[in-house]
């Protein structure tokens, strides 16, 4: 099956611009109406290191990463050893002229010609990359006008001469690749995204109003973006001194009526383990977004993985219901996370976001959202009288929730045991009759369970089972083993907890084969689904190394399995 995109890798050292030729490509790849996938590699540290920036990039859907170089723009001396090896048959290399590029088909860039300033440099690479591929230099140049006017005429004007006469040069070269096919004419208006971009704008759609946070890879960039563009909304973004604090302040702004948000990692969130708790006895609404990397411990801190299924699952000691969602999308990191804080605030619990490095840094070309399809959430009231009572015992188990400070209502909250009124209590009916209360809300969060998503025959030969991140790669899978004429389909799940069986038992009990595709060491969601179900997935295809799942590292291990 012939693939109509092309990977680009643009790698170097931190510091010498990669990820701005990256981002300005990918953008106007997108403003021309191309699909992208984005893949950022890179080390914890602020400067050297080997880093990349991965660009995907075609006319039609790309689902996610690939292996294989077709154009390598190497920063460096090193960047050519080490990749070289993965250049394909029509692979090229863009490189200083004083880097060593023998036996391979490459553009040998007189740099200094451009300009005697290496900062001008990047620009320089992106304006050959552009002219390799053929792309529209006024795209080009006016992504350098939005990102320089700001700096001067004179930056911008030497910006601009720079990219014109490297896009020029290259067309006096002898002809090493081929042109990007044409883009889609319908594909253009769309958003450049990245996962968390996405999880902070559903945040602001869902009237996110506070954000506490302790920096972490590859959780930031959330808090970030709410800083960014939260300010016209009022959004409150607090760093606090330690992740300990960050979670506590935000039970504390949801006690006070706000709706928070708490981006984070796994070894942060481990410090936070004993807050989620306290949110689970308070029956507090708050979000926690826990961006996955590669442990234990401090492990590939700027590496990906998906190893804290069971650490969301399990945080905070004591039983308590909370919702774990896993999006697949960068779609789904907007929608997801509008999710939920809807079910936080309809079941006053501690609802989770689950992504990875991957998703966390991946660009994508998104539709813009439509707000009006989404769903209203429901606000906390604020009137209610004197014998009001913040624990009542209800039939669905949640209780009328007000916003203390604005009418007669003494709003008690306890860490402690509680009664209906707020007040301690260490007697074992009313214990039981809470762990009841609190019981009847995980029921009620059960049957809203967003089902996992089939994606092709329900009684196929092979079935892929997949959460969170992994979806686009075990999509492209299946569709080239069934465009070989082999029966494979996808299930997914953007909801990993709670499981309602009968929404996925009967399709794997279908399917010939169950493989399940996750990046931890030992197949979390497959054991999670054994133990709530008794089905048993066998074959298991694992990624722990630090890297995303591609399409190659699939089909390769069904090989090995089938």
């Known amino acids: 099956m012939a693939d109509a995109s092309i990977n680009i890798v643009v790698a170097g050292e931190a510091g010498q611009g990669l990820v701005t030729i990256g981002q300005l490509m990918t953008r106007a790849l997108i403003r021309s109406g191309y699909e992208v996938v984005v893949t950022q590699d890179y080390m914890s540290r602020i400067r050297g290191g080997h880093n990349l920036f991965i660009i995907r990039t075609g006319p039609e859907p790309i689902h996610g990463p690939r292996e294989g170089v077709d154009i390598l723009v190497a920063l460096d001396a090193l960047s050519v050893q080490l990749h070289r090896d993965e250049l394909t048959e029509r692979g090229v290399v863009v490189a200083d002229e004083a880097i060593d590029t023998t036996g391979l088909k490459a553009l040998k860039v ?17 304006g050959v990359l552009g002219s390799a591929i053929c792309h529209d230099i006024g795209v080009l ?12 005429a004179e930056v911008l004007a030497t910006n601009l001469g720079v990219l ?19 883009p889609n004419p319908e594909a253009t208006g769309r958003l450049m995204l990245h996962g968390n971009e996405a999880i902070a704008l559903g945040a602001l759609a869902a009237g996110v109003d506070f954000c506490s946070f302790y920096p972490m890879t590859p959780g930031t960039t959330v808090a970030l973006t709410l800083a960014d563009q939260g300010q016209r909304a009022g959004v409150v973004v607090e760093q606090a001194e330690d992740e300990i604090a960050a979670a506590n302040m935000a039970i504390g702004a949801a006690y006070a009526g706000a709706r928070a948000i708490v981006p984070t990692a796994g070894g942060g969130f481990a410090l936070m383990v004993e807050a989620v708790s306290l949110a689970g006895m308070l029956e507090t609404p708050v979000v926690f977004v826990l961006a996955q990397r590669p ?11 998906q190893g804290d299924l069971n650490l969301a699952l399990y945080a905070g000691h004591g039983e308590f219901p909370r919702a774990i969602f896993a999006p697949g999308t960068v779609e789904e990191c907007f929608s997801l996370t509008y999710r939920a804080f809807d079910m936080a605030e309809k079941y006053q619990t501690p609802c989770f976001v689950l992504t990875d490095q991957y998703q ?20 906390a009231p604020t009137q209610a009288g004197p014998d009001y009572k913040r624990y009542a015992l209800t039939p669905d ?23 209906e009124a707020g007040h301690i209590t260490e007697s074992p009916a009313v214990r039981m009759a809470m762990c009841a209360k609190r019981q009847s809300k995980g029921l009620a969060l059960l049957q809203e369970t967003i089902p996992p998503e089939l994606y092709g025959e329900r009684d196929t030969d092979l079935l892929l089972v997949c959460w969170g991140s992994t979806l ?8 080239i083993l069934r465009h070989s004429g082999k029966s494979a389909a996808v299930l997914h799940f953007c909801q990993v907890w709670p499981l309602l069986e009968d929404q996925f038992l009967p399709i794997l009990e279908a399917a010939g084969r169950v493989v399940a595709v996750e990046g931890n060491e030992s197949g979390q969601m497959a054991r999670l689904i054994r133990q709530e179900t008794g089905f048993d997935i066998q074959d298991l295809i694992l990624r722990f190394d630090g890297w995303p799942f591609t399409v190659d590292y699939i089909l390769k291990g069904l090989d090995g399995l089938l």
């Open 360 to 379: 966390s840094d991946s660009y994508r070309s998104v539709a813009p959202f439509d707000l009006d399809e989404l769903p209203e959430i429901a606000k």
């Open 295 to 305: 442990g234990p411990a401090t492990g590939l801190p700027t590496r990906t993985m």
């Open 141 to 152: 140049e006016s992504l350098l006008t939005e990102a320089f006017e700001k700096k001067g």
């Open 164 to 182: 014109r006469a490297a896009y020029a040069w290259v067309k006096d070269q002898p002809f090493l690749f081929e042109c990007l096919a044409p």
């Open 472 to 479: 686009g790669a075990a999509l492209e899978a299946a569709h």
């Open 110 to 126: 007189p740099f200094k010609s451009f300009s005697a300033k290496s900062m001008y440099w990047n620009t320089a690479a992106l």
């Open 397 to 419: 188990g949640v209780s009328p929730r007000v916003i203390p400070g604005f009418s007669q209502a003494l709003v008690k909250v306890d860490s402690d045991e509680h009664d």
